[in-house]
Every structure is written in C-alpha cells, then in structure tokens.
C-alpha cells in the first residue's frame, strides 16, 4: 500500500464550487504539505502543518483553506474554485528528524476548473 | 524568500554523463535537495546536500559550493528511464521551518 494517498486522482469542477482534496499518510510523520504545479512553475507551496496544532500559508495560499484533523490526514479546500486554480496538487510529507529535508509526495490530484 | 534557476531542457544520449546546474538566491539557505519526477508523477527524493562537497549515490551525485550559491546533478551511465523532470529545492529558513523552494524543473530527455 502507499504510503502517501492522495483523493480524488482526478477531478473536474466548475467555477465557484467548493471542492476538498484528501491527503492521508501511513509514514507517521508530524510534517505535511500541500503543493500546486503548474506547466513550467515547478512546486510551489500551498499550506504546511508541523503538527494537528500548528498550520501555516505557504507562497500562494490566497483562495486555499486546509484542516489537519488527525496526524495521518491533512486536507486542502477550494471555498470557490476558479479556473486559474486549474493544476496538480500534490500532498506531502516528511519526517521532523530528518536531516536531509527529504518528503514523500502523494501521486497528486489533477484539478480542472471550467 | 528564496528563488532557484536551472536550464529548462537538457538533451544527451543513452551512456552519457549529463550535468544539471542549480544557482539560487535565498535567505536562511540549509541545504540543496534534487528530485525526480516522471510524467506528471509524484516527485522523488534522489539527493541532500548540507555540506559543500560532492554526494554519491550510484549513478547519480550531487554537489554543492554555498560560496557559489550553486549546485548541481550530476547523472553518469545515462539510460532511457532517467528520462525525466529534475528539481533543485533549497531548505530553508533554518530551524524548525523546513521548507523547501522547488526550483522550475529540468526536463532530461534521453536519446537512443
């Protein structure tokens, strides 16, 4: 089994609906992400959590919100989806003990807003 | 903030060395990290350097000089499977936020 699960795997929406993205993980690591990649723009960060307690914005969370209900789960939200907001989303994580930075991404969830 | 270059396309030919630079400017630098990413896939982890120096890991190594604010990866018995996207992520601020800035991504395509 993954150990990173991203759902759905894909997804299409119209503009103004509200749509949430699951993350789970089986690795118990206390770090979470989620990321956006766009054609050309590489990874960028939405939202991280080091803990259920503790969330923070990454570089582009403008028209994101996310929950960490548990340690395994780490969801991001679209309250009103756009069509710029058309991407790969990917969930990850990692290990707070690791010297080396390393996280473990999800398989992504391909978003189209029309 | 922090903010990395690398060539967006490299070509080379099966049995090659191929190098992919990495130049950054950051604040609170911790680290270069390489990832692999195939088709739209999830990326994966190849490579960290903390130190300035060379890391090897097989075919692949990985080096970096923080005086130069430059790094690289570098793949040598280059095969058809390492077709693929590459992206530097530099770590930082340091502490407890371990973040990573993902550069834009090296596409490799690996010629017969």
């Known amino acids: 089994d993954a150990d990173v699960t991203q759902t759905p795997r894909n997804r299409i929406t119209k503009t103004g609906k509200r749509i949430m993205l699951e993350c789970s993980q089986t690795?118990?690591?206390?770090?979470m992400y989620w990321y956006r990649q766009d054609p050309g723009l590489g990874l960028r960060l939405i939202y991280y959590s080091f803990d259920v307690k503790d969330i923070n914005k990454g570089e582009i969370s403008d028209g994101y919100s996310v929950s960490r209900q548990a340690q395994a789960k780490f969801s991001l939200s679209l309250e009103s989806a756009i069509p710029n907001q058309t991407a790969l989303y990917f969930c990850?994580?990692?290990?707070?003990?690791?010297?080396?930075?390393?996280?473990?991404f999800g398989p992504g969830t391909r978003l189209t807003v029309t | 903030g922090q903010s990395l270059e690398q060539p967006s396309e490299v070509t080379a030919v099966e049995g090659a060395i191929v190098q992919i630079n990495c130049t950054y400017q950051?604040?609170?630098?911790?680290?270069l990290s390489w990832y692999q990413q195939h088709d739209g896939g999830a990326p994966t982890f190849l490579s960290y350097n903390g130190l300035d120096g060379l890391e090897e890991t097989g075919r692949f190594s990985s080096f970096l000089s923080r005086s130069d604010s430059y790094g690289y990866l570098l793949l040598q018995e280059l095969q058809m499977k390492d077709s693929a996207s590459y992206f530097c992520a530099a770590g930082g601020p340091s502490g407890s936020a371990r973040q990573l800035t993902f550069g834009s991504g090296t596409q490799l395509t690996v010629l017969p």
């Open positions: 990850a994580t990692s290990d707070r003990t690791s010297p080396s930075y390393e996280q473990y």
């Open positions: 690795k118990g690591h206390d770090r």
């Open positions: 950051t604040s609170g630098f911790y680290g």
